[in-house]
């Protein structure tokens, strides 16, 4: 049986295989802040590298471990340590990978992406303006309906010439 076995795309290869390659194109971006690669490999290593960031960005020694157990380099992840430790991460909260696609490949079509790790800071949306009063409904207007006057001088005439 193989019960809770799967753990995110298998890219078409078997676990082993598909672990081994999301562990190199992790080294691969730590190493070169960038990589081109194809959609499905870049979306499955986001899940895969992002929490190592966050580990990073803990600091502590449990968290090292957990890095070095995933990633399988010391000294590169001392230095994404020493990244997170200098605070480049420190305001944001997720989202240290961007994928920007490039089109597609010229043998198979395969749709090609460019994946990075996010450097710049945070821009924080303006907060809008508060009024100091809540906004009142506005107030609903009750529509008399008037008839029109062509209406009104044909009843008219036809109430005349009833009583007549």
């Known amino acids: 049986m193989r ?17 081994a ?8 971006l730590f190493a070169n802040d960038r990589i081109k690669t194809t959609e499905t490999r870049a979306k499955a290593l986001r899940g895969f590298a992002e929490p190592i960031i966050t580990w990073a960005k803990k600091g502590d020694l449990h968290s090292r471990r957990l890095a070095i157990a995933k990633l399988g380099d010391k000294d590169l992840v001392k230095e994404i340590f ?5 605070g480049m991460w420190a305001d944001r909260n997720g989202g240290y990978t961007r994928i920007m696609k490039l ?8 749709e090609m992406v460019i994946i990075e790790i996010v450097s710049e ?3 924080k949306k303006a907060a809008p303006a508060k009024a100091t009063e809540p906004k009142k409904a506005p107030k609903k207007v009750e529509a008399v309906e008037e008839a ?11 109430e005349e010439t009833a009583a007549e």
């Open 103 to 110: 089109g597609h490949r010229k043998g198979d079509n395969a």
């Open 148 to 158: 029109p006057a062509e209406e009104t001088a044909e009843a008219e005439a036809t």
């Open 82 to 86: 020493e990244k997170a430790a200098q």
């Open 3 to 19: 019960h809770n076995r799967k753990k995110g795309l298998k890219l078409g290869t078997d676990a082993s295989h598909t672990k």
């Open 21 to 28: 390659m999301k562990k190199s194109l992790a080294q691969a």
């Open 121 to 123: 800071p945070v821009v």
